[in-house]
């Protein structure tokens, strides 16, 4: 249910193509909301396999959208989720999926909920619970304005921070093109020629590309807070899940390579 949720979003289809129709793999992309405003979803694993995947794009998140099928109600996986966004400090949404079906209630799972300490306020807490449905779209523009909503104060500040600071959600090699860093910022305004440190290795961004809905690619030569895209420049691999922040130049960056 969720990555069909997310696919209606996006207006692609990828879960026919997932292996066993789990995701296996941490991924963003880019939902345009007018006047110059985005929401960037993180697509993590479901599956407690993936736990660890799960931590990483909960801890880069400002919200977090946690996905319950009408049909099944809370699983493992969910009380998974619900400790890595408490561990976090992560705000919550419970998106309640196939809505359509009527095969389930939603009093149940608000019910089941509340036995985790997550108080919906459909029995009177403070958390928000919608119900949509990725066949009919039942719902969706009420889960972007919730997403927008707990997101707002989060946007006013992460827009006034000098240096770019982020997170590197996934890097590879490919032919013809070198390292590609796949990279969601957080805070400030990454620029093409920016210096990025990431632990022990830096890289100057060459190119950046955002991935909007509809799986378009766009050349960046900016990039503000919360934007998903893939940059190269680095001559190695980042690791996965690590910080980066930008520097001066790449004086600075061999400098603190070497500490």
């Known amino acids: 249910g969720k990555t069909s949720l997310l696919d209606y979003l996006r207006g692609v289809s990828t879960v026919e193509q997932e292996a066993g129709r789990i ?32 931590q990483r794009g909960t801890m880069a998140a400002d919200v977090a959208v946690l996905v319950v099928a009408l049909d099944e109600g809370v699983q493992e ?4 989720s619900l400790a890595i966004a408490a561990e976090a400090g992560t705000r919550i949404i419970v998106a309640v999926t196939k809505v359509d079906l009527e095969s389930g209630s939603m009093d149940r799972i608000a019910q089941q909920l509340a036995r985790y300490e997550v108080i919906v306020d459909r029995i009177g807490g403070t958390v928000p619970m919608v119900g949509v449905s990725s066949v009919t779209g039942v719902g969706m523009e009420d889960l972007l304005d919730y997403i927008a909503l707990e997101s707002e104060d989060v946007d006013m500040l992460a827009a006034f921070k000098d240096r770019s600071e982020g997170y590197i959600l996934d890097s590879c ?34 190119s950046m590309t ?50």
Request: avoid cysteine; hydrophobic fraction near 40%.
């Open 23 to 54: 995701t296996q793999t941490l991924s963003a992309f880019v939902v345009p909301r007018g006047k110059g405003k985005h929401i960037t979803f993180l697509d993590t694993p479901g599956h407690s396999a993936f736990a660890s995947m799960r």
């Open 77 to 80: 996986e969910t009380v998974q």
């Open 210 to 259: 955002l991935n909007e809905k509809g799986g378009k690619a766009a050349q960046l030569k900016a990039a503000g807070p919360s934007m998903s895209i893939a940059i190269t420049g680095f001559k190695e691999l980042p690791k996965s899940g690590a910080v980066y922040i930008t520097v001066t130049n790449e004086q600075e960056a061999k400098r603190a390579t070497r500490m």
């Open 173 to 206: 090699k490919q032919q013809g093109r070198g390292v590609v860093v796949q990279a969601l910022t957080a805070w400030g305004t990454l620029k093409k020629g920016d210096v990025i440190l990431v632990d022990e290795v830096y890289g100057k961004v060459r």
